[in-house]
């Protein structure tokens, strides 16, 4: 039996029965009700299509000049995490697979590759398989570089170099140039200049990833640095990326504008999204069927 309290409020008690007219919040509510779930609608639809935020006066905390510190070392392990569990080791393991086979030495260059982890993960990949793989990876933060390098120092196969990637030189191009969870750090300019120079400096494949800005990501980096990571740049630098991060729509318009010509573009599981291309030939159909619940291999 349904009973109506003094203050409105309504209890169950008993059997259930069927609901009648009676039952439910009189005409008076309606308006409100009708109003507080407009106000809902209103303000996930800004959050879906809330326009990218993006200042270069306000660079991420591990972007900063700073010395190697404890917070900024959380940090990078942190994003080691995330990469193993969420999302980038899975990623890009479908394309190892299908672009690298035995045989000849593949060049591979990592253009702001942080602590290095994702360049040892692939080494480690290619050593396992007998493929042979030498990568150069780029990074512009010192302190940053100095922690990659003390980390890889089981990985000859990696030659860290200090540069801005958006400057950064070399006279042979590359069979794979990799470039993830980077491009929400650049103005739309110079996240196309980006993706133009990664073109430049590939004789075949080229892959950029990163998260995909939507609501259903805001919320999940919130959850995920409120829950698990909780570290102070972890939080602040993984809420700024979500806001920064490019639109499925956006990330294509970049490539777009950056001469990328008959690349391919996906979503990926969780949060993240990738175009790639070959700059050699026509894009070839790259198997990456659920990679996002490849975690095992
Ligand atoms: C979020 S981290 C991503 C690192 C790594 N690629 C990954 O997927 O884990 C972005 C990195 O890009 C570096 N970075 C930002 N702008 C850069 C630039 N212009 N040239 C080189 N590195 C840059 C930052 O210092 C930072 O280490």
């Given at each position: 039996m349904l009973h109506r309290r003094a203050k409105g409020k309504t209890k169950w008690k008993g059997h259930s029965r069927t609901l009648g007219a009676s039952d439910f919040p009189s005409r008076a509510l309606l308006p409100t009700v009708r109003r507080a779930g407009l106000?809902?609608?209103?303000?996930?639809?800004?959050?879906?299509?809330?326009?990218?935020?993006?200042?270069a006066e306000e660079p991420e905390l591990m972007d900063q000049p700073q010395p190697v510190t404890r917070e900024l070392e959380i940090d990078l392990e942190?994003?080691?995490?995330?990469?193993?569990?969420?999302?980038?080791?899975?990623l890009l393991r479908p394309f190892l697979r299908r672009w690298f086979e035995?045989?000849?030495?593949?060049?591979?260059l990592d253009l702001c590759t942080a602590s290095g982890d994702l360049p040892r993960m692939m080494i480690d990949w290619a050593r396992s398989r007998g493929i042979a793989l030498k990568i150069d990876a780029v990074e512009m933060n010192a302190s940053i570089l100095e922690i990659?390098?003390?980390r890889s120092a089981a990985?000859?196969?990696i030659n860290f170099i200090h540069a801005d990637a958006l400057h950064f030189a070399e006279s042979l191009t590359y069979d794979l140039v990799h470039c993830s969870l980077a491009l929400h750090h650049f103005s739309e300019e110079n996240?196309?200049?980006?993706?133009?120079?990664?073109?430049?400096?590939?004789?075949?494949?080229?892959?950029a990833s990163d998260l995909e800005r939507s609501a259903v990501t805001q919320l999940s980096v919130w959850l995920l640095t409120a829950c698990v990571f909780r570290e102070p740049m972890t939080r602040h630098d993984g809420r700024l990326s979500a806001r920064r991060a490019f639109s499925f729509w956006e990330f294509a318009q970049l490539a777009?504008?950056?001469?990328?010509?008959?690349?391919?573009?996906?979503?990926?599981?969780?949060?993240?999204?990738?175009?790639?291309?070959?700059?050699?030939e026509e894009a070839p159909v790259v198997e990456v069927a659920s990679p996002a619940l490849d975690f095992a291999t």
């Open positions: 106000s809902v609608a209103w303000a996930a639809t800004k959050l879906a299509g809330m326009k990218r935020s993006f200042s942190n994003l080691r995490k995330i990469n193993r569990y969420f999302g980038s080791h899975s035995p045989g000849r030495t593949f060049r591979v990659a390098r003390r990985y000859p196969e996240a196309t200049r980006l993706l133009r120079h990664m073109r430049e400096l590939s004789h075949d494949k080229v892959l777009d504008a950056a001469g990328w010509e008959n690349f391919e573009h996906r979503r990926f599981f969780p949060a993240r999204q990738a175009m790639w291309m070959s700059v050699r």
